[in-house]
């Protein structure tokens, strides 16, 4: 499975300057929650970056804006010389090294310790369990490699946590630090310590509890608490002796009001820390990996011939899970994950579009409960729709816990309406691979007619042509401005009233008390379907027939050409340094637009509109966005493009590893380009396709691969694929 | 000249719902400092409600943006019974009134106050001097109608001022007071007291300073001087006699590091206080009368016929004069003037479009410093066009002390450009009405050649029509949406681009040294003109030839109709109750936009244009700023649409006194509408029109109007018309 060791990828040794982007790219967790890669033994770094997010966790940053809490740090746990009574000394570190083992999640420092004459060797590691989404364990391992005496121990709850807003308009610098949680009360335990609180505003309560094992070889001289600056603590002195190991465990659970009452969370976090107890690390550790191994067995890609892109496949995948709450079909996933809180954590588009493909092909329950969230904010998107004088359920561009509008930028909050045929699509596209009728019925059915009902109200007749316009709207590229008829747009919301309406359809033959039961529910009145076929039939797509070329929008062709090299000297963005009302008036994407087009529906398009998309588009497209290059890769070997689709694939494979966009580290992960990346490795190089019930393989591997492994699910089996240059394999596993 | 009281205009008593409505109609000041309507002597309002603004004092709000500062209340003065040692009890007031002197801005308020079984008649005024804006002037006259016995009388400066921050963007509400300014020092003085503060960022140093001077009869029985919850009063004990009359004067003078050095603003504050005292309130009062006097010689129009008209008109004025500091050419006029800190202070095209027409004929200095302040900006607009990526000069939407862009919403800020074209077009206009050409040659010709080049950077070629395009703007319609080729923008900018050029051809004559110099400063090459010609050419108007009809914008014919009685029952906008993404894809017009540009180039237009326009776009406009009510009185008098015309000028004219659009005590006064309304006296009605050296007058009057009376300064000379309704005379009088 391989470990990320700080040696790959170019990085040699901790470099201050790279601590964010060490620590964004050693994100773990459990997707219930997780840490960026910070030393959880290091007293210097300050509370806001201490990164330690949990899905759902949101409080008002003010008046209906939301931000991702950053959560009180419960990792603290660090050695020191001598008695623990007071710091003693100085000390240094050397032969430091840090490694994620992408088995099971757990994230290792290693290095030496050197306090006057005396040198401890030093091992820490950590993971979130993915077996029970609740535990966390650390362990210390420390190796007096010189002397025997006293050393300390200090395991902590640091209370004060807070969060540094990134502002989203790219305009105006924000520095304020913002803590969003009330201490309700904190307390020495038999074993360890507990501290309960609240957030501020949604008064979500947050319990968090460890206890101290050590190993039977140790001799404790003392074992006292204290509580200052926030920091609640257990510090135990030991008798120890050169050359033997020592580990000090520090077990912790956590329990949120999003999971249970309130007022039980104290409780389940103190029972659920007994049963912790019980078990010990080492049981804990290893339900963690049994789960993890589980989880691998279907997510896995196997690749031989590509050691670096084996590794960075695997990370891609590894992070995928490591940001899905799996079984909370209240929360999806952020555009940077639990990686960090840029953008306030608010979820967008990136989940159906670009993630949840993995997880509809390797883990349904997961798939389902993020097209769940949507299902269950529809209640904010009615409302969201009635805000904006249209009809229906509109989802709104950025949402949190309450799937309310979070984005307070007007070109793109009201323009890039496009979410709400995403949101459909996504719909269709788990039912389409997964077969799942009831899905169908129980769920999808009320989304498809509600955001048709949407999307009526907001196309506009012409009765001069006699034909609908979609005014005043973005698309995917978010250079092109805020213009009419946007290809992709249009394209898709003509499929989702087609969805509506094979939906009902289908309904009426299959179901018709279901049918009647939602028109009862959502109060729809068949007339209405007339209006939505009326658009279909006279809503036109921007396309040059002589050229088979789609075109992005009504303005596009009337923008001035740039000559790109000129300006994008690398991969920043080119807003950087150009102003957006500047970019719209230049023929340049920022990202793929009718080439994601190409990608969501790829029997829709013949190979002749996708070579011209491909030949007119991929020039003029910047990849200022990181939904640009996997995507491209993905369409790039679909069409036999293979070296360029190398190129897009390597960028969307290391983007974050290899910090392409130069910040990972000031934003953590982007977790859409994981999820584009799983796509252009199976949908495009191995030619995975799957329509109208048939699956056929197309593999286009790049030269140094020999073989690829995966396995998928279709229709409720498991698929495994095995796929060399010159021919392929399927089987059906169960 | 009339005064304005409360029973005027449906105001019947002190109700405190309408206690914002009565501040801002009875704002009074010197357009270097002036205060809302307040009262002195209530204790109770809060520091936010004690709105005193001053020309320029700007504070940062946060990084880059800035707030128009709420200044510490210097007019405190108060009456109690009793010695003063405590406040005596409980008092009520009884046969209040209060008035508005529109002959000199004495604001003045008198009632009985009954404590116990005394009665005492008080009668308050104050005005801002206009012969010297660094003084004020508070009389406090009290006369014990059925008792004899002590009475206190406490003058203060309350150094706690704070603003209530009102957001832009009608989406967010904050209700957070901020305090923008820090105490230096504050001492009691011989008669009175000094403070000296200071801004928190912009570090501007305010000095004020008080005496206290009472009437020969008074008889003192002690003087002291308190400092609590920040104010520093001085206290007198008086003993009064039953039925005589008694005058407390406060004497105050003010002076900030704007005016002089910081170091030297408090001797100068205290010699102003000094000076103040020699002369004593009834002399500083009669200089600011006969200043008064002098400015309504020019500025009055005499309206016979129609009281309730001519106290309108006349308060109109009286408010321009008192929202401008004339010597001060880094100031211009922000959309509510001083009279609230809406928009955060902010000058907008307002100043330009609306109210400068009034000060061009009525006080050339006032004119030129208003464009002086654009000129000093220069800078400021080179570095908002070089942020925008576009060259030359481009004036920000939002300006404050500094120039800089203080929009921070995308549509208005980086769309509304005209703001550029509107600035060239009123320098223009001071010059072509007082031929004043060492003001073209040492201001406007830079203005006019650098937008010029902003223009040319802005405009995009489309070689497949051989044509350029305006793309991504917003004209004065706000609700049109960012759309392409408004017709009001690019008749501004391409007689923009005819202004740099007729005024490079012109200086290339006549003083062709100045031009060379210019050319030196400002880097510029006769070459660029090339370009301007060829937009000229090649730039098309949207017009429909068979119609007559100018058309607002590339979108406007495919926006869907709305039935606008279905939804605007009263002057409320109606963006209250639909959202701008829905108001846009709707054909409907906030405020004019073709009509406005007809009334910018009256001579540009045949009259079956004007009508086509009129008829078009007239039904389809709400109303919504209060910029369209005098343009459409202004355009319906001059194509004599006279109904209409008269509906819109009462709108207008009784914008804030009728408080039409119901904001007038939450936002202030409507400045750029009290501009509008003289433009469409004197435009409209009167019909006064000047071109290519030429008075012609088209006088329209309204019914009830039998005779008008007003003088224009045009060319230099001071003309005086006199008009009835079939008749008219002009004479020039110096």
Excluded at 301 to 312: L, T, Y
Excluded at 456 to 479: C, H, I
Excluded at 511 to 538: M, T
Excluded at 626 to 651: C, E, P, R, V
Aim: charged share 25%.
């Amino acid at each position: 499975m391989g470990q990320l060791k700080l040696n790959d990828f170019s990085i040699t040794a901790i470099d201050p300057k790279q601590s964010d982007y060490l620590e964004s790219i050693f994100y773990h967790g459990n997707g219930y929650m997780g840490a960026r890669g910070f030393a959880c033994e290091d007293t210097s770094i300050r509370p806001h970056q201490k990164g330690i997010y949990m899905a759902g966790m949101f409080d008002f940053l003010k008046d209906g804006i939301t931000d991702m809490v950053n959560t009180p740090d419960f990792l603290g746990l660090r050695v020191l010389f001598g008695n623990g009574d007071k710091e003693n000394g100085s000390f240094t570190i050397s032969d430091f090294s840090q490694s994620l083992d992408l088995h099971d999640g757990v994230f290792s420092r290693e290095y030496l310790m050197q306090g006057g004459d005396q040198t401890l060797h030093v091992r820490i590691s950590r993971f979130f369990s993915l077996h029970d989404v609740h535990v966390v364990g650390v362990r210390l391992e420390i190796t007096p490699t010189n002397f025997s005496g006293l050393v300390s121990c200090i395991a902590s709850i640091d209370t004060i946590s807070c969060n540094l807003p990134v502002n989203d308009d790219q305009v105006k610098k924000n520095n304020q630090c913002v803590n969003y949680m009330d201490i309700l009360f904190k307390t020495p335990l038999e074993k360890g310590c507990l501290a309960v609180l609240e957030t501020k505003s949604t008064k979500i309560g947050l319990a968090e509890a460890f206890a101290i094992q050590c190993s039977s070889n140790i001799s404790h001289t003392s074992t006292y608490y204290s509580d200052s600056d926030g920091r609640i603590s257990r510090i135990d002195t030991f008798n120890v002796h050169k050359g033997e190991t020592y580990c000090i465990d520090k077990l912790i659970s956590v329990f949120t009001s999003r999971d249970i009452d309130k007022p039980l969370i104290k409780n389940y976090t103190i029972e659920k820390l007994n049963a912790c107890c019980e078990k010990g690390y080492e049981r804990l550790l290893e339900e963690n990996r049994s789960e993890w191994k589980n989880r691998w067995e279907t997510a896995d890609i196997e690749i031989s011939g590509d050691p670096k892109a084996q590794c960075g496949v695997r990370y891609n995948i590894f992070q995928l899970i490591c940001n899905n709450s799996q079984d909370d079909d209240h929360v999806s996933i952020g555009a940077r994950g639990l990686t960090h809180p840029r953008y306030k954590g608010c979820y967008f588009w990136d989940t159906e579009i670009f993630m949840l493909p993995f997880f509809i092909h390797t883990n349904p329950t997961a798939a389902k409960n993020l097209l769940k969230y949507r299902y269950n904010s529809l209640p904010s998107a009615r409302e969201h729709s009635r805000r904006m004088n249209t009809s229906g359920a509109r989802f709104p561009w950025m949402t949190s816990f309450d799937g309310s509008e979070q984005c307070e930028s007007w070109d793109t909050g009201a323009c890039e309406m496009h979410i709400t045929c995403d949101v459909a699509y996504a719909f269709d596209h788990y039912i389409r691979v997964s077969g799942d009728l009831s899905f169908l019925y129980d769920y999808a059915a009320e989304v498809y007619i509600e955001t048709a009902r949407f999307w009526a109200s907001r196309f506009t007749y012409d009765p001069d042509k006699d034909r609908y316009n979609l005014l005043f709207t973005k698309g995917p590229d978010e250079y092109c401005g805020v213009t009419h008829n946007n290809t992709y747009t249009i394209y898709l919301s003509i499929y989702n009233f087609q969805l509506a309406l094979l939906t009902t359809e289908h309904m009426k033959k299959a179901c018709p008390a279901c049918l009647d039961e939602l028109y009862r529910k959502i109060g729809f009145d068949s007339d209405e379907i007339e209006k939505w076929l009326d658009i279909i039939k006279k809503t036109e797509i921007n396309y040059d027939d002589s050229k088979k070329l789609f075109i992005e929008d009504d303005t596009f062709m009337l923008l001035e050409p740039l000559k790109i090299s000129d300006y994008k000297k690398d991969n920043t963005p080119l807003y950087h340094q150009i102003c957006f009302d500047r970019l719209q008036r230049y023929r340049v994407l920022k990202q793929a637009d009718v080439i994601l087009l190409m990608t969501l529906f790829p029997s829709h398009f013949t190979d002749e509109q996708k070579n011209a998309a491909w030949e007119f588009y991929e020039p003029l497209t910047l990849h200022d966005s990181t939904l640009s290059f996997g995507t491209h890769a993905l369409l790039g070997a679909q069409i036999n493009k293979m070296d360029k689709a190398w190129d897009y694939l390597t960028k969307s494979l290391y983007l974050d590893l290899d910090n392409i966009m130069g910040n990972t580290g000031s934003e953590g992960l982007h977790v859409a380009s994981l999820g584009a990346t799983w796509q252009a490795v199976i949908l495009g190089f191995a030619g995975v396709s799957f329509s109208n019930g048939v699956i056929d393989v197309n593999p286009r591997l790049p030269e140094t691969w020999d073989h690829l492994k995966f396995t998928l699910l279709i229709q409720g089996k498991k698929v495994s694929f095995s796929i060399n240059k010159d021919n392929w394999d399927m089987k059906i596993l169960e």
